[in-house]
C-alpha cells in the first residue's frame, strides 16, 4: 500500500508518464521505503514504541480538534499583543520536568507547545523541557498542566499531574508606558 501511495504521489508531482521518468519513480520510492524500514527498526531511545498501539486514536481526534482551537486562541492572543501600540512584550524562558509515558508523547507536547503562537519549545532533554514564551500569558496552558494532561490523555485514561518543577529562568522587565 506504501508503495502505491508514493508512487502515485510521485506520477502526480513528475507530470511524465514516459518509461525513464516511471523507472526513476520506482527507483525512488523502493530506496525510499528500504531507508523507511532501517529508521523504523532502530530505536533512538530507550522507551520509543515499536508501533502506535498505545496511542487512543479516538482522543487522537479530539486532541486534533483541541489543539487548532489552541493555536486561534494563541493566534489572536499574539495579533493582540502585535497591534497594541506598546506592544506589551513580557518574554519568558521556563524550564519543567514532565512526567510522560514515552519519547513519543514527549515528542508530541514539545510540537504542540511550538505549534501555538507565542510559544516555541527550545530543547527537550530526557523530561526536561525549556520552552520560550512571548509573554506570562502564553505559556499559561503549560504552567496549568492543561496542555501536557492533554498530550497524556492520548496514551492513558489516567488522570494525574503531569508538569513538575516548573521554574521561570530568564524574564525580561515590562517596557514603562511613556
Known amino acids: 500500500m506504501s508503495f502505491l501511495s508514493l508512487m502515485t504521489f510521485w506520477v502526480i508531482m513528475s507530470g511524465f508518464f514516459d518509461f525513464i521518468h516511471l523507472g526513476l519513480g520506482v527507483l525512488t520510492v523502493a530506496g525510499v521505503m528500504y531507508v523507511n524500514y532501517q529508521l523504523k527498526t532502530h530505536r533512538f531511545f530507550d522507551d520509543d ?18 489543539m487548532i482551537i489552541q493555536i486561534v486562541i494563541a493566534g489572536f492572543h499574539v495579533v493582540g499583543i502585535i497591534i497594541r501600540r506598546k506592544m ?27 505549534l501555538t503562537p ?42 494525574r499531574q503531569v ?10 522587565k515590562k517596557a514603562k508606558n511613556s
Open 49 to 66: 514504541m515499536d508501533d502506535l498501539s498505545e496511542v487512543r486514536f479516538g482522543r487522537a481526534v479530539y486532541y486534533v480538534f483541541w
Open 118 to 159: 507565542g510559544t516555541l519549545t527550545i530543547e527537550i532533554e530526557g523530561d526536561m523541557f525549556i520552552v520560550h514564551a512571548i509573554d506570562d500569558k502564553s505559556f499559561e496552558g503549560i504552567s496549568s498542566d492543561k496542555m501536557p494532561r492533554e498530550v497524556l490523555k492520548l496514551f492513558q485514561k489516567e488522570e
Open 163 to 172: 508538569i513538575e518543577d516548573l521554574q521561570i529562568i530568564t524574564q525580561t
Open 88 to 114: 506589551p512584550i513580557h518574554t519568558t524562558m521556563i524550564t519543567f520536568r514532565t512526567n510522560l509515558p514515552s519519547a513519543h508523547a514527549r515528542m508530541i507536547l514539545g510540537n504542540s507547545i511550538s
